[in-house]
């Protein structure tokens, strides 16, 4: 399943298809990218990172596609299984240390 | 696998009264930060720390909030006069100087404050 427009707070998707979760950012000098799953009552845990000379990089089964030109994110998760129910945050590096986290997307997984 | 720690796991406090919540970074992390999370809105940076000094700082993080690294191992957030609206999850979070900057969140500390 793919979410069709950005701002989207759930998507459901069938257990063993493929999952895109997007978003948009708004700093163009923002240099790294971060996704991360958030499960409830638990902290963020990392997924995977891509600078802004990259436009894409690979993980185990999830891959995030970066396009400066619209300022825009994607995380891509292949084969999703039950336990990738949570809340998915993409987040900007801006200026030497902070991190800006976007809304969050909630990912259910139908079985 | 290492991980970011975090005491304690649940704060209920007085408007007013000062709390102080607790975090144990990952040993080998230089880079150390505290953020919040209201319950269901985004999560919000509120302060770095490097090298024992505050590297940067939003505008939440007011004269009402301080971190401190007192040991080699601790890093806290001290809210001097807790207002309702600091009821929140807080997170630590820390960095090493290898990887590409990624941070590793602890589970978090809930705050509620009455």
């Known amino acids: 399943g793919e979410n069709v427009g950005l701002h989207l707070p759930t998507l459901s998707v069938q257990e063993g298809d493929n999952s895109i979760i997007n978003c948009a950012y708004s700093?163009?000098?923002?240099?790294?990218f971060i996704w991360y799953k958030q499960e409830s009552g638990k902290g963020p845990q990392f997924i995977i990172d891509?600078?802004?000379?990259?436009d894409k990089r690979q993980g185990q089964r999830v891959t995030v596609l970066l396009n400066k030109t619209v300022k825009h994110l994607s995380l891509q998760i292949a084969a999703t299984q039950p336990g990738d129910s949570a809340v998915y945050f993409c987040?900007?590096?801006?200026?030497?240390?902070?991190?800006?986290f976007g809304q969050g997307t909630r990912l259910t997984i139908n079985p | 696998e290492p991980e970011v720690t975090q005491t304690p796991s649940h704060q209920v406090t007085q408007m007013g009264q000062e709390v102080i919540l607790r975090c144990v970074p990952i040993?080998?992390?230089?880079?150390f930060y505290w953020y919040r999370q209201i319950l269901g809105q985004k999560v919000e940076f509120l302060v770095s720390?490097?090298?024992?000094?505050?590297?940067?700082k939003s505008e939440i993080f007011d004269d009402q909030f301080s971190v401190e690294r007192p040991d080699g191992s601790n890093f806290t957030l001290k809210i001097r006069s807790t207002k309702l609206e600091d009821s929140a999850m807080y997170f630590c979070a820390s960095r090493g100087l290898a990887g590409q900057g990624e941070q590793f969140f602890g589970p978090g500390t809930r705050l509620t404050v009455l």
């Open positions: 987040a900007e590096r801006r200026g030497a240390q902070k991190l800006v």
């Open positions: 040993s080998n992390h230089l880079y």
């Open positions: 700093n163009s000098a923002s240099d790294y």
């Open positions: 720390f490097y090298n024992n000094e505050i590297s940067e």
């Open positions: 891509i600078r802004s000379n990259m």
